[in-house]
Structure formats: structure tokens, C-alpha cells
């Protein structure tokens, strides 16, 4: 009885012992100060491993993602980047570089990385969703429109393809099929601003 119930001390102990090095864990401590938007320590807590393991593309996504955040979007393309040449298979990286790509209005840079993620996962959700948000910066209307169709047929839960269907239509005067679309993000998402904005004003 002893025996057994000193294994269980020791199995508890080493428990605690495994959950307060974790707690303890740069990761740990990365994830926490993200979740209170502190994004600069959260990087910095990161540094020493990154020193550590340089070749880790984990982490380099991880600071990818967080200078993303912190709107330094050069610094994230370079991270992203050298997660892609220590992992060329990891769509991760093709992805993660959509983003900061993204937000420079850098369309044909972020299309170009969506369609190689595209190659191997032809129906991706973000591959899609990003290639939509380059589609209506260059005002590709018609692409967009026959674009967004296709993914709302494939993700028919989802409201995002929706929308940019509706904006889609509406670009191209296409008043009729831009309201079914929002109705159909109201299905989706009630208090939808845009589409209960859009169909409060009698469209």
C-alpha cells in the first residue's frame, strides 16, 4: 500500500515538476504576453532559443507571426522567408507570407504564394480567402465574383466568400445577386454590419 501510494507521489510529483517547467517555458511565456498584445517581449522572450536552434522554422514562424502583428511587415516577410528556405515544403510559411504581403498591398506577391500553396491543397481555405483579398485590391471584379462563388460552394458554412461575392457583384452592378449574397451572410452572421448596412439601404 505504501509502495503504491509513493508511486503516486512521485508519478504527481513529476507531474507538477513537467507543468511548472512548462509554465516556465519561453513559449509559454511567448503565447501569454501575445495575449495581452504585448508583441515586442513577446519576440524577445524567443530570442535566446532562436540563438539556440536556428534552424528552427517553428520559430520563425512564431516571430514571423508577432512582427506581423507589430504592423513591422519587412520583418515578417524576412522571418517567413527563412522559415521557407529551412522548410520549402511548409505552407505555413507560403501562407504566413500572404499576410505582411497583404498589408503592404503587395497583391502579385501575395497571389503568387497563395497559388503555390494551391498546387499541393488545391482547396486551402486561406490560400483562397487571401487570393480573394488580392482579387478585390486590383479591382479584378469578374475574377472575383466567379472566384468567390466556387469557394462558397465548397465552404457553404462560411461567410467570408459571401461577402466578397456580394462586393464582387455590386462593383459590377450586378445590385440583385450582391443581395442575395448578403442575405445569404445574414444567414451566417445576423448582426453582419456591412450586409444589414448594405440592405437597410434598400438593396
Known amino acids: 500500500m505504501r509502495k503504491s501510494l509513493f508511486r503516486l507521489f512521485i508519478l504527481?510529483?513529476?507531474l507538477l515538476i513537467t507543468s511548472s517547467a512548462w509554465a516556465a517555458s519561453p513559449w509559454a511565456e511567448s503565447y501569454r504576453l501575445e495575449a495581452l498584445a504585448q508583441y515586442q517581449p513577446a519576440i524577445d522572450v524567443l530570442e535566446p532559443l532562436i540563438r539556440q536552434e536556428p534552424r528552427n522554422d517553428f520559430a520563425m514562424l512564431r516571430r514571423g507571426w508577432l512582427h506581423y502583428l507589430k504592423g513591422e511587415y519587412n520583418q515578417a516577410?524576412?522571418?517567413?522567408?527563412?522559415a521557407l528556405e529551412i522548410n520549402p515544403k511548409s505552407l505555413d510559411a507560403r501562407l504566413g507570407l500572404t499576410l505582411p504581403?497583404?498589408?503592404?498591398?503587395r497583391w502579385r506577391e501575395a497571389t503568387a504564394h497563395a497559388d503555390?500553396?494551391?498546387?499541393?491543397?488545391?482547396?486551402?481555405?486561406?490560400?483562397?480567402?487571401?487570393?480573394?483579398?488580392?482579387?478585390?485590391g486590383e479591382k479584378?471584379?469578374?475574377?472575383?465574383?466567379?472566384h468567390a462563388a466556387a469557394v462558397a460552394e465548397r465552404y457553404p458554412s462560411d461567410a467570408n466568400a459571401l461577402v466578397y461575392l456580394?462586393?464582387?457583384?455590386?462593383?459590377?452592378?450586378?445590385?440583385?445577386a450582391a443581395g442575395k449574397a448578403?442575405?445569404?451572410?445574414?444567414?451566417?452572421?445576423?448582426?453582419h454590419v456591412e450586409a444589414l448596412q448594405f440592405l437597410a439601404s434598400g438593396g
Do not use: S
Open 12 to 14: 504527481g510529483a513529476g
Open 77 to 82: 516577410i524576412k522571418d517567413y522567408q527563412t
Open 101 to 105: 504581403l497583404l498589408a503592404q498591398q
Open 116 to 136: 503555390r500553396v494551391l498546387q499541393t491543397a488545391p482547396w486551402n481555405y486561406y490560400a483562397h480567402l487571401r487570393k480573394m483579398v488580392a482579387e478585390e
Open 140 to 146: 479584378q471584379w469578374q475574377a472575383l465574383a466567379k
Open 166 to 176: 456580394a462586393r464582387a457583384n455590386l462593383w459590377l452592378g450586378h445590385k440583385d
Open 182 to 191: 448578403y442575405r445569404k451572410v445574414l444567414e451566417r452572421i445576423p448582426d
